[in-house]
């Protein structure tokens, strides 16, 4: 059973930073990718790592402020997140897909997902 769990998120002021975890568990992951949900908005992508290469891929509202990175004894993936500004203020999702495609930032590519830890940057 393929199981997501998220942890770190906060609250913190803006400028500020948080990292985000996610333990997987459960079988080999191909790209595990972060996506975010404001309430009344759509889910979106912020940050995808490809787990055989390292390659990252990242929203360009993120970019140059967000890092994703894995832990390879650990099974986990983390969100370094600084710069933080309230328009950053969501639900913070890990996913996981069986493979990499070019279309890493669909949540369609991802099939399974952790509940989600909150993150609320204050101005």
């Known amino acids: 059973q393929v199981r997501l769990v998220e942890s770190g998120g906060g609250l913190v002021q803006a400028g500020g930073s948080l990292r985000l975890s996610c333990a997987a568990s459960?079988?080999?992951?191909?790209?595990m990718g972060w996506f975010r949900q404001a309430p009344g908005q759509e889910r979106e992508f912020v940050a995808a790592?490809?787990?055989?290469?390292?390659?990252?891929n990242y929203a360009d509202s993120v970019k140059g402020r967000f890092t994703i990175s894995r832990d390879d004894a650990k099974n986990t993936v983390y969100l370094q997140m600084d710069s933080l500004k309230p328009e950053d203020t969501a639900l913070y999702v890990c996913?996981?897909?069986?493979?990499?495609?070019?279309?890493?930032?669909?949540?369609?590519?991802?099939?399974?997902w952790g509940r989600g830890t909150q993150v609320t940057v204050s101005s």
């Open positions: 996913a996981s897909a069986p493979y990499y495609r070019s279309f890493y930032y669909t949540t369609s590519l991802y099939d399974y």
């Open positions: 790592i490809r787990w055989d290469s390292r390659t990252t």
């Open positions: 459960g079988r080999t992951f191909s790209t």
